[in-house]
């Protein structure tokens, strides 16, 4: 495992800080123009880093698109906070990695007043008789630029898959190679189809497992034990949708966690099991509650990003 703190990032020197990290720290091997293969990747599998020009309501975005040769296979994202009718800058970069047995990336972007974004990138701790296991995925806000306005219906946990903000190619996803599903498929976190008449529809052949997706949620919510001081970290364990509803065990990304905010500050390590895990806000640590827009909007749209109590912890060594 391997931590770097970057002090001085941009939007556009991102990708080849994150590059310079897989490379030169991790041992993870050049693919060629802004991309990355992780060691014991199949033939012409890599993960590509970029900041493209974007538009409202995703600007200043940072990607991380799996490759397989020329074709892309998924796609993730995150963008730059706006608040106030304000792009916020990134003020720091936090990278953590490993080059195996389960290579991974994750990149904790912080920005101005105390917003965060989450891109990560590598293969999961597979459960199952499946080959590949390749996952990117990023977390962000769909930002009503004309108003300062924040639907929450509309934000992307990382690993949330129970949601229906962003569209499937851009919500980042797992690769699987699987015989009982009859080969190489791409699954995208993107397992809700409607939100709808108070229902929501499991799309096939999707992921989800992160916060939001009732499936962790629980061990967030009840991951503080005040009497001993510690806090429980949760793993972000994630399922493929199937037909009927169903759904299947297919493993956890390594080297990250859930973890409950309430007594812990931005940035903050923890030892646990004699580990040290750092710890962050998936995208702003709030208040329980928070105050809403003008009822014209909706009870969903809040006056500022928030995440609560929500976070994620991040193996440092």
Same mark, same amino acid.
């Given at each position: 495992m391997a931590y770097l703190l970057i002090a001085d990032p941009t939007h556009t020197t991102i990708p080849q800080r994150i590059i310079d990290f897989a490379t030169q720290t991790l041992g993870w091997t050049a693919a060629g123009a802004n991309r990355v293969a992780a060691p014991g990747s199949d033939a012409g599998i890599t993960f590509e880093i970029g900041a493209p020009v974007s538009t409202a309501p995703y600007r200043n975005r940072n990607t991380v698109t799996l490759m397989n040769g020329n074709t892309q296979t998924? !796609?993730?994202?995150?963008?730059?906070?706006?608040?106030?009718?304000? #792009?916020? /800058?990134?003020?720091k970069m936090h990278l953590f990695g490993s080059a195996g047995p389960v290579p991974y990336v994750a990149a904790v972007v912080e920005y101005t007043q105390g917003f965060f974004r989450h891109?990560?990138?590598?293969?999961?701790?597979?459960?199952?008789? !499946?080959?590949?296991?390749?996952?990117v995925a990023g977390s962000t806000v769909y930002a009503h630029y004309n108003? #300062?306005? !924040? #639907?929450?219906? #509309?934000?992307? @946990?990382?690993?949330?898959?129970?949601?229906?903000?962003?569209? /499937?190619a851009s919500a980042g996803g797992v690769r699987l190679n699987h015989a009982e599903l009859g080969g190489v498929i791409t699954a995208p976190f993107r397992a809700s189809s409607s939100r709808t008449g108070g229902s929501q529809v499991l799309a096939q052949n999707c992921v989800l497992g992160g916060f939001r997706d009732n499936v962790n949620d629980q061990q967030v919510a009840?991951?503080?034990?005040?009497?001993?001081? /510690?806090?429980?970290?949760a793993p972000v364990n994630l399922y493929?949708? $199937?037909?009927?509803?169903?759904?299947?065990?297919?493993?956890?990304?390594?080297?990250? $966690?859930?973890?409950?905010?309430?007594?812990?500050?931005?940035?903050?390590a923890i030892n646990v099991g004699?580990?040290?895990?750092?710890?962050?806000?998936?995208?702003?640590?709030?208040?329980?509650?928070?105050? $809403?827009?003008?009822?014209?909007?909706?009870?969903? !749209?809040?006056?500022?990003?928030?995440? @609560?109590?929500?976070g994620y912890a991040y193996l440092e060594d």
């Open positions: 998924a !796609y993730a994202m995150i963008s730059a906070p706006y608040i106030m009718l304000v #792009d916020q /800058a990134p003020t891109l990560y990138f590598g293969r999961l701790e597979k459960l199952g008789d !499946y080959t590949g296991g390749e996952v108003n #300062d306005s !924040y #639907d929450e219906d #509309d934000f992307q @946990y990382l690993f949330n898959g129970f949601q229906s903000g962003i569209s /499937a009840r991951g503080v034990n005040t009497f001993a001081g /510690a806090q429980l970290l493929l949708t $199937r037909e009927a509803g169903r759904i299947s065990p297919i493993g956890k990304p390594p080297g990250v $966690r859930l973890v409950n905010m309430t007594n812990i500050d931005p940035g903050t004699g580990k040290t895990w750092r710890c962050f806000p998936q995208f702003r640590k709030g208040e329980a509650t928070h105050a $809403r827009s003008s009822s014209s909007l909706g009870t969903n !749209y809040t006056t500022t990003e928030t995440s @609560y109590i929500v």
